[in-house]
């Protein structure tokens, strides 16, 4: 299969998850608002963030593990970069109330506003960051 | 356990499945994505396009019955307005992904393989959301109004 198929799939499927999740518990298939709700528990509302995170983490462990030719994680960038960029997407994604998949997948799939104008910024200042980082400075 | 929570574990592994097989999970992919004056990597478009078109498609039906299969209502947020907040969240958060590539769903996914940058970057990420609700927490009492948030 080509890699772009590959990438369609698994986008589509994304899709499906977050489409399925609406459905059937009425909620935004956000990963920082989902994981929010567990660090931060509210009475009675914690229990389908748990499964919905477990189901992630477990499939995404397994394909990984076990699909032979999956993508692997890498493993050598510098630890204060990952802990100043976790910093950053932690704090921001819960300013802006939504992430990549809240705001991403599920707000432009809404045809939010809101959402195009956080997507809009993010890519922007993301664009701008790794071109600083990779092509300034050297 | 209840059906809404193994409808939100049976999402939960589509969604992970997803991520793990478009490689969003390699953050050499994303960094490749952002990168566009470099040797630039399209993959991230098809699944997000794939992903966008399949929510266009499917959100509505989705929301058509009067509530939820297993649950009492429908919880969309109700914000309106494109503010500072929005905005400025938005920007520092685009900052972080540019820098090492991982958004919450990925990094968070790479703990399932227990991937040594995963292990960094999630404890940093909750810190960061930690110090956010501080921040409102104490800017709220500054301001003498209830926590929202």
Known sequence: MHGWFVALAGGVLIGLAASALLWSNGRIAGISGIADGVVFPARNDVAWRIAFLVGM?????????FVPGAPTPRTDFPRHGLLIAGLLVGFGARMANGCTSGHGVCGIGRLSPRSFAAVGTFMATAFATTFAIRHLGN | MQRSTIAALISG?????????????????ILGFLDIAGDFDPTLLFVLGGA??????LFRPALLPARPMFAESFRLSTLRRIDRRLLG??????????IAGYCPGPALA???????????FVPAMIAG????????????QRLGVGLSS
């Open chain 2, 89 to 98: 969240g938005a920007a520092l958060f685009g900052i972080g992904w540019g």
């Open chain 2, 129 to 140: 959301m930690l110090l956010h609700r501080l921040s409102t927490k104490l800017s709220d």
């Open chain 2, 13 to 29: 592994a589509i969604f992970g499945t997803g991520l793990a097989m478009s490689g969003m999970t390699d953050a050499r992919r």
């Open chain 1, 57 to 65: 983490i477990a499939a995404a462990g397994a394909y990984m593990a």
């Open chain 2, 52 to 57: 966008v078109l399949t929510t266009a498609l």
């Open chain 2, 110 to 120: 790479g703990l399932g393989v227990g991937a040594v940058e995963a292990l960094w």
